[in-house]
């Protein structure tokens, strides 16, 4: 299971932190890290504090944007140290562990995405995000270090993996394409495919869009969309907007 | 609960990693740090690495032997990376957690010993604890970095300490009318909006329905709606029937 998790860090500003995160990913029996534009990468800094996790670092895959480090996954978490404007499936590190891990057990991919040392995620990162995850802090001081953050999440996840060999007398299991989740990048699609229409239909205002897709991506968010009701809502998109262009403006 | 806890660092050699150990601690409410002969301290590299935790490393006790650190506890546990000899009680972070827990409630106070960044603790130090803690790492690569573990442990101190505070108070929580679930009725209410507005863009043909509303009862019935998600899904409606009645037909 620990395969189908990828560790995505965004613009990391210090390697040291890149490493440490290597480190806390191979104690937990995790390998793929993702960086999105690190600043400083590969580092010598980062190798040190690897100590003997430095093959991860090596395999580590560098891209450009949140886009190309999400592609094939089925379910996106964030990390959010902050309380947001508008409300969004929030778990603490066990429950979203546990979610990850049921992705996980029906073939799906998982990332989980961790923010900029002071900065966090942008909202616009969050929004992307399927579930925020907030490791319970003091609120008084909740700042952890990114190799600390990434630690305890992945040691969340090793003990659901742990849990899931113990409990596994394999089912046999031929997954229905139809009932697939949808990956990111189709749900992605899907929000663009809407927000053009609600543009054409004049519900949406590009000049004043106010929270009105991020409140749809919150919802479509959490329904876990599978293939074929994808299919029908992207078939209801392209007919409504068939429509609109005849319409008599 | 938290005050009541100790972190016990013996014999670190890096300063880095007592900074990294206070600022864990501080995330997770901790305050209380013991230093067993440290290698370098106090130290910059340690205050850079405690970023905004200096006030833990400025009240942290430096003591001569394991035996001060341990004054007035009634549980010590001790983290070990290595299978050992003499079997002894061994227990997984969470377990020990809700071990803690339960000493503190009763009145005790508890101590949690870190060792040397690469032995460890002695085998004398390990019989001086009470209970062993193992953090279930990968067998391949078990080297949890210091400050790393003292996060995890930390972390599943404050879990236990959240949740026994959950258990004494009763939450005063008044409810965001916004963010309710609709009822079914109002569900029942959208779901005919939603089929005469696909009828109306003639993706859906009543004579030949097949199971189209059904697949999308289940989707929208999967997602728990709440009332302004579905006075956003309404108004999409609105202007799409709208729209379809101005279409050239």
């Not at 191979?26 to 690190?38: C, D």
């Not at 609600?198 to 205002?205: H, K, M, P």
């Not at 959490?222 to 907007?241: H, P, Q, S, V, W």
Request: proline share 6%.
């Amino acid at each position: 299971m620990l395969h189908k998790f990828r560790i995505v860090l965004v613009n990391t500003s210090h390697p040291g932190n890149i490493g440490g995160a290597a480190r806390a990913m191979k104690t937990m029996g995790l390998s793929r890290l993702v960086l999105v534009q690190p600043e400083i990468f590969p580092s010598e800094i980062a190798d040190a504090r690897a100590s003997g996790a430095t093959d991860l670092l090596q395999s580590a895959q560098v891209v450009n944007s949140l886009d190309e480090a999400l592609v094939g996954c089925q379910l996106v978490l964030g990390t959010s140290a902050r309380e947001r404007h508008i409300p969004w499936p929030l778990l603490e590190p066990r429950a979203a562990a546990e979610r990850c891990g049921a992705c996980t057990q029906q073939g799906g991919e998982v990332a989980l995405v961790f923010g900029r040392e002071h900065a966090g995620l942008t909202n616009e990162e969050l929004q992307r995000c399927h579930i925020h995850i907030h490791i319970p802090s003091d609120p008084n001081f909740a700042s952890l270090n990114l190799a600390a953050a990434v630690q305890v999440l992945a040691y969340e996840l090793r003990l659901v993996a742990l849990s899931a060999e113990k409990d596994s007398v394999a089912p046999v299991h031929t997954p229905d394409p139809d009932t697939q989740p949808v990956t990111a990048d189709e749900l992605e699609q899907f929000y663009q495919h809407l927000e053009q229409t609600l543009i054409d239909i004049r519900f949406l205002d590009p000049e004043r869009p106010r929270h009105l897709m991020a409140r749809l991506r919150r919802l479509y968010g959490r329904a876990d969309i599978e293939r074929l009701e994808m299919n029908i809502l992207r078939g209801i998109l392209t007919e409504t907007r068939k429509i609109a262009r005849q319409s008599i403006t």
